[in-house]
């Protein structure tokens, strides 16, 4: 009995010690990213992803998607995408809704993209509200590039076309 306890109590304080590297590591991804050093953020943010911090995977998703100190992978940045909102993170949802509606990464399936995007907004993330609006009245957000910015190309068309 004794002993069990002993295990059991090793298993937990590895659990929390686990926890305080991926958290670290984290913060420290998320710093050299706002500082624009993205070799570095990218390494601190895969370490605490390995660690089980479902806020990397979101970050990593970011930079993988919009090629930030890596080659750009839009089908790793939608597991990535999928990795986090699994782990609560509730940005990923609109992310992951915007690479279903696109086709980036991922087979384009409106439903899916729906399905996500209302989630999204359901957990009050304002992106997700936009994003659900976007696919409610527009064609899969065609008007986006696939970092998920505006395609003058695409909108000034379809706003003169609208206009005149």
């Known amino acids: 009995m004794k002993r069990s306890f002993v295990v059991q109590l090793a298993?937990?304080?590895s659990?929390?010690?686990l926890t305080g590297t991926?958290?670290?590591g984290f913060d420290e991804a998320l710093k050299a990213f706002q500082a624009k050093d993205f070799p570095a953020a990218l390494g601190e943010a895969r370490k605490a992803d390995a660690a089980g911090d479902p806020r990397s995977s979101y970050l990593l998703g970011i930079?993988?998607?919009a090629g930030l100190g890596v080659a750009a992978d839009p089908a790793q940045a939608a597991a990535l995408y999928e990795k986090a909102a699994k782990g609560g993170v509730v940005g990923a949802y609109s992310k992951l809704a915007q690479a279903y509606?696109?086709?980036a990464g991922v087979p384009r399936d409106k439903d899916k993209a729906l399905a996500l995007a209302r989630?999204?907004?359901q957990l009050n993330?304002?992106?997700g509200a936009y994003v659900l609006s976007a696919i409610l009245s527009s064609d899969y957000l065609g008007y986006l590039d696939a970092a998920g910015k505006p395609?003058?190309?695409?909108?000034v068309p379809k706003a003169d076309a609208k206009l005149f």
């Open 11 to 13: 298993i937990l304080l």
């Open 15 to 17: 659990g929390l010690a």
């Open 22 to 24: 991926a958290l670290a």
């Open 63 to 65: 930079m993988l998607q």
């Open 101 to 103: 509606a696109r086709g």
């Open 119 to 121: 989630r999204a907004a």
């Open 125 to 127: 993330d304002p992106e």
């Open 151 to 155: 395609d003058m190309a695409v909108v």
